[in-house]
């Protein structure tokens, strides 16, 4: 895909919705599919990354139909009843979708063969593969940890006790989906807490899963295997990663009122939001209300003179998607804003690290790297722009700088908006809808 071009605008206005949550989505069909009986979802995300977890699922055996009306139909197979698939499992460029899906399949006695595009090819995968290996699971990897990958299964999987070794939804997710088919407990421990909807997700279709403290203060979470999980109904909130873009462009550019309705607000999702408000966002909570076990509710959001804070390393797990456009927003406000503890961003779809501090330099603002802490010196008012932007094929860095376009001096243009597909395909008429001006490079 051609590359797009941001204007500057002002007055931001009217009512979105975003896309799914693709953390959520990506859950219900894998824990539907485990499930005996049908179980519908509305809202899911239709991005690419999760089609393609879809499309691997049905190679496995599970029926998934879309209906016209968007109802998602799926008809699990049981715990422990996927085949092994015919072919290759390609999951593009989702990370989510390949590691839950190698913890799903890791202790079913099957062989499964993943690979992904460019870019999932060159992130690390071992992380997943020593628990798994731990259980029973054989994993050959090329180079040791990327992608093209083996899983064959066990054939008698061992329940483990896991020590997260770095805050992650997807290791722990891994853990409690290889659970599933395996008999006894499966216990996963973390030292700092990580987005819970694999748990949410779990209990909601059924199974058994406590979820406590130890005498050190770490959270434990426990499964016990092999359930007969019950179809369920699932409506997928709207995802807060996706509702960064609208939020931090509504705050940051002058004049604008907007509201973003049905956002997922999950606790362990909501950094971003506490971080914002602390820079000064005027940020209102309405209609907060529940659905399968997810807090969900809308979000007014207006126009800010956000100013400079410290990002505290133990708050990135909530957040973790979210530093590209947080960067963005500390571009346009009063003072320095310091994220600390973001090595886990070196190994996203890109180096965004790095692809974050480069397109901020491009684009005339100040910033540093002090070993995994980013330092954005704001320039409110003074965003000279003008810049080509590399994505980088990582979606949340295209859209990140198509959002500083809309308050730079001059337009900000983006090499390549294809991957953008991949968590929010309708993100341009959506932004246009309320006052943006993004369009193709011409």
């Known amino acids: 895909m051609a590359g797009l071009v941001s204007a500057p605008v002002s007055g931001l206005n009217g009512d979105v919705g975003v896309p799914g949550d693709k953390s959520i989505s990506h859950r219900a069909l894998m824990i539907g599919s485990m499930a005996v009986g049908e179980t519908t979802i509305r809202g899911l995300l239709l991005g690419d990354d999760v089609l393609r977890t ?4 049905e190679a496995m055996g599970v029926t998934i139909k879309r209906d016209a009306d968007d109802l998602w139909r799926v008809w699990g197979v049981g715990v422990g009843g996927l085949q092994e698939p015919d072919n290759v499992l ?30 999932l090819r060159t992130r690390p995968m071992g992380r997943i593969a020593t628990p798994l290996g731990q259980m029973g699971t054989q994993v050959i990897a090329r180079d040791g940890d990327k992608m093209p990958l083996t899983v064959i299964g066990a054939r008698m999987a061992m ?24 008999p006894g407990q499966t216990s996963v421990i973390e030292t ?18 406590a979820v406590t ?3 050190a203060d770490r959270r434990v979470i426990t499964l016990t295997g092999q359930p007969e999980l019950e179809s369920k109904d699932v409506i997928v909130p709207g995802d807060p990663s996706s509702a960064a873009f609208p939020l931090v462009a509504a705050l940051i550019t002058p004049d604008s009122e907007i509201t973003i309705k049905n956002i997922g607000l999950n606790p362990l999702r909501i950094g971003l939001i506490d971080t914002l408000r602390e820079m000064g966002a005027n940020i209102d909570v309405t209609d907060a209300r529940d659905q399968a076990g997810e807090p969900v509710a809308d979000l007014i959001v207006r126009t800010s003179q956000l100013k400079g804070v410290t990002v ?8 973790i998607d979210e530093y590209p456009i947080l960067a963005i927003a500390a571009a346009a ?18 180096d965004r690290l790095a692809a974050i501090a480069d397109g ?23 965003i000279p722009g003008g810049a080509e932007i590399e994505s980088r094929m990582d979606h949340r860095i295209a859209m990140s700088f198509l959002v500083m376009g809309m308050i730079a001096k001059d337009p900000v243009t983006i090499d390549d908006a294809e991957h953008i597909a991949t968590s929010f395909p309708s993100f341009v008429p959506l932004m246009n809808k309320i006052g943006a001006k993004i369009g193709e490079q011409k």
């Open 54 to 57: 879809a499309a691997a699922l």
């Open 90 to 119: 390609d999951l593009g460029n989702s990370g989510t979708g390949a590691r839950l899906l190698m913890g799903l399949v890791a202790t079913h006695p099957i062989q499964v063969q993943f690979t992904g595009d460019v870019s």
């Open 159 to 182: 329940p483990i006790e896991y020590k997260l070794p770095v805050p992650s939804a997807q290791i722990k997710s891994a853990v409690l989906l290889a659970g599933l088919n395996t």
């Open 192 to 209: 700092r807490p990580s987005r819970d909807h694999t748990e949410l997700m779990l209990r909601h279709f059924g199974a058994t899963l």
């Open 213 to 215: 403290d130890d005498a």
């Open 312 to 319: 505290p390393p133990e708050r990135a797990p909530s957040m």
């Open 333 to 350: 406000a009063t003072g320095v804003t310091r994220m600390q503890g973001l090595a886990e961003l070196r190994v996203k779809e890109s």
């Open 360 to 382: 901020l330099t491009a684009c005339g603002i100040k910033v540093d790297i002090d070993g995994d802490d980013l330092i954005v010196t704001g320039s409110p008012n003074k």
